[in-house]
């Protein structure tokens, strides 16, 4: 029986394993026989089913270019133009030195997907490379999701939206929560709950992150604004180079400023700081349930909690926990 403490090894375990250094592929030999196919389930799991020994991994091969194609499951969508062309120049000079992880799209494996090494296929096009060094895994759809979003974790900075993609694709593709996924990856619950928020953002907001105009302390604080309010707010930090906490602070006021219609909630002053007990608990619930959760304390202590949320899919976990169920 094979140790027990290493199920317990993270995503990303193992990734290196995978993407091996250039002389240690020279002793690899691919194992005779057909590769085992690996079920759909826990990602830990079938990582852990495809640990990579020199017995186990397919030995370096060199692929014609045009037989590759980005992997559907990228979760990188945008790529800096200068590291593609400074990693071009790189190739031309010393050739590709790391193999490219791809899998076969076909049983007649006439064409490859990319499951990590995107941008250095795409260097390599450009370096005008007819072949390329690859590794070829038998990937099913949840560990090819599972090693492109590490990989990319790992390897490179994904902006704040690209892996919030790639989360809410493991979650609605393969029915993860969001504390099973942070504990195969690696991350804290709340980190987790917290990035998936930032997919509400308006489009606007959404672009000045990718251009790197606005910080996640920024997007994590106008998240509770109104979308027109939102991009404002947002217009106000690149203009007037707003702080985190000077945002933090608009705010608050903008959100005592609000007007509510029907059912008038509880509210505090203008000259009133909401109890930082109270913004603790909002912490702790958000958290908790990964949606955005409000508490109105009035200064008689009775208020209300709301709970946002976009679709019924994201309400149905909280609905689970309160063990009930819409019929």
């Given at each position: 029986?094979?140790?027990?403490?290493?199920?317990?090894?993270?995503?990303?375990?193992?990734?290196?394993?995978?993407?091996?250094?250039?002389?240690?592929?020279a002793?690899?030999?691919?194992?005779?026989?057909?590769?085992?196919?690996i079920?759909?389930g826990?990602i830990?799991?079938?990582?852990?089913?495809?640990?990579?020994?020199?017995?186990?991994?397919?030995?370096?091969?060199?692929?014609?270019i045009?037989?590759?194609?980005p992997?559907k499951?990228?979760?990188?969508?945008n790529?800096?133009?200068?590291?593609?062309?400074?990693?071009?120049?790189?190739?031309?000079?010393?050739?590709?030195?790391?193999?490219i992880?791809?899998?076969?799209?076909?049983?007649?494996?006439?064409?490859?997907?990319?499951?990590?090494g995107e941008?250095?296929?795409?260097?390599?096009?450009?370096?005008?490379l007819?072949?390329?060094?690859?590794?070829?895994?038998?990937?099913?759809?949840?560990?090819?999701?599972g090693v492109?979003?590490v990989e990319?974790?790992?390897?490179s900075?994904?902006?704040?939206?690209e892996e919030?993609?790639?989360?809410?694709?493991?979650?609605?593709?393969?029915l993860y929560?969001?504390?099973?996924?942070?504990?195969?990856?690696?991350?804290?619950?709340?980190?987790?709950?917290?990035?998936?928020r930032?997919?509400?953002?308006?489009?606007?907001?959404?672009?000045?992150?990718?251009?790197?105009?606005?910080?996640?302390?920024?997007?994590?604080?106008?998240?509770?604004?109104?979308?027109?309010?939102?991009?404002?707010?947002a217009?106000?930090?690149?203009?007037?180079?707003l702080?985190?906490?000077?945002?933090?602070?608009?705010?608050?006021?903008?959100?005592?400023?609000e007007?509510?219609?029907?059912?008038q909630?509880?509210?505090?002053?203008?000259?009133?700081?909401?109890?930082?007990?109270?913004?603790?608990?909002?912490?702790?619930?958000?958290?908790?349930l990964?949606?955005?959760?409000?508490?109105?304390?009035?200064?008689?202590n009775?208020?209300c909690?709301?709970?946002?949320y976009?679709?019924l899919?994201?309400?149905?976990?909280?609905?689970?926990r309160l063990?009930?169920?819409?019929?």
């Amino acid at each position: 029986m094979k140790n027990n403490k290493k199920q317990n090894k993270k995503l990303g375990t193992g990734l290196s394993q995978l993407l091996v250094k250039d002389e240690e592929l020279a002793s690899i030999i691919k194992r005779p026989g057909r590769p085992k196919k690996i079920k759909a389930g826990d990602i830990k799991k079938n990582l852990k089913k495809i640990k990579v020994t020199p017995r186990d991994i397919s030995a370096q091969i060199s692929l014609p270019i045009h037989r590759i194609v980005p992997g559907k499951f990228q979760p990188r969508k945008n790529f800096n133009v200068q590291e593609i062309e400074d990693m071009a120049a790189s190739i031309k000079e010393h050739g590709l030195l790391n193999p490219i992880l791809v899998r076969p799209l076909n049983r007649q494996q006439t064409s490859y997907e990319i499951v990590a090494g995107e941008r250095r296929w795409r260097g390599a096009q450009i370096a005008k490379l007819h072949e390329v060094p690859v590794i070829v895994r038998n990937f099913d759809d949840e560990t090819a999701l599972g090693v492109a979003l590490v990989e990319n974790l790992q390897r490179s900075d994904l902006n704040m939206l690209e892996e919030a993609e790639g989360y809410r694709m493991l979650m609605e593709k393969f029915l993860y929560t969001q504390e099973k996924l942070a504990s195969h990856l690696g991350k804290s619950r709340s980190h987790v709950a917290n990035i998936l928020r930032l997919m509400n953002l308006p489009k606007e907001i959404k672009n000045l992150v990718v251009l790197g105009e606005i910080s996640y302390g920024h997007a994590r604080a106008i998240l509770a604004l109104k979308d027109e309010d939102a991009i404002d707010v947002a217009n106000d930090i690149t203009t007037k180079g707003l702080s985190v906490r000077a945002t933090e602070n608009l705010v608050k006021k903008i959100k005592k400023s609000e007007t509510n219609t029907g059912y008038q909630v509880p509210r505090l002053t203008n000259d009133d700081e909401k109890d930082p007990n109270i913004l603790d608990l909002e912490e702790e619930l958000t958290n908790t349930l990964g949606l955005k959760v409000t508490l109105k304390n009035s200064t008689k202590n009775n208020g209300c909690l709301q709970i946002h949320y976009n679709n019924l899919d994201q309400l149905e976990p909280v609905l689970d926990r309160l063990r009930w169920k819409p019929k």
